[in-house]
Each structure stands twice: as structure tokens, then as C-alpha cells.
């Protein structure tokens, strides 16, 4: 399984940014893919993450109003549509997999993940 992740780089306050995730090499199926990120010092957070059958997102309460999720089912392709940056939102970005429905957007429950992508909000 590789999920790379792309579209990190250095953004000033306000500005935006997005992170795309290719994902390959599945062999067996996953309820909702999407993004975790890490902060310097902190514990993982789940961001958001959509499923894959019926395209049902989940997005958590600190970045509703700035983040979006999408996909391109063709191109096995999900994005991270990042508005509004803060320097807060500094971190490594994850793309990963949750295997059910209870479990998604929580890090310990993971299915896979890959190397991340780093995000860096800065004047």
C-alpha cells in the first residue's frame, strides 16, 4: 500500500494550500481515506477524511470552516483543500485509511498511512 502525499510547502498567514494523496496498491478495502496531521510537540490529529463508496465526509470541529476534502475516483486521488492557514496549522500532513465508520478521523486507529508532507505557515 503507498499513499503519497504532496502540496506542502512554505504559506503566509491567510494564505492557502493544497495537499493531494495518491493512493495504490490496495488489496483489500478501506471505509474512507483522508488527512492527520502532527504538529511539533503535539499528538496527531485527525482532520478529515471521506469514505469510498458514497463519498460521505468527516471533518473534525477545528478545521470545518477552513478545510474541505474532495476526490477524483479516476485518478485514486483524494485533496486537502487548506484556506485561511494559520500558524497553527504548522505540521507534518498524513494521508491515511480508516477501515469503519466508528473509527475515522481517530490516529490510533489508522489503517495505513504514509509519509507526510510539511506545511509550514509563516510571514
Known amino acids: 500500500v503507498q499513499l503519497q502525499a504532496s502540496g506542502g510547502g512554505l504559506v503566509q498567514p491567510g494564505g492557502s494550500l493544497r495537499l493531494a494523496c495518491t493512493a495504490s496498491?490496495?488489496?483489500?478495502?478501506?471505509?474512507?481515506i483522508g488527512w492527520v496531521r502532527q504538529a511539533p510537540g503535539k499528538e496527531r490529529e485527525g482532520l478529515s477524511c471521506?469514505?469510498?463508496?458514497?463519498?460521505?465526509?468527516y471533518v473534525a470541529d477545528s478545521v470545518k470552516d477552513r478545510f474541505t476534502i474532495s476526490k477524483d475516483n479516476i485518478k485514486d486521488t483524494v485533496y486537502l483543500q487548506m484556506n485561511s492557514l494559520k500558524p497553527e496549522d504548522t505540521a507534518v500532513y498524513y494521508c491515511a485509511t480508516w477501515g469503519t465508520s466508528l473509527s475515522v478521523l481517530d490516529p490510533q486507529d489508522m489503517d495505513y498511512w504514509g509519509k507526510g508532507t510539511l506545511v509550514t505557515v509563516s510571514s
Open positions: 471521506i469514505s469510498r463508496r458514497d463519498s460521505k465526509i
Open positions: 496498491g490496495f488489496t483489500k478495502d478501506y471505509y474512507a
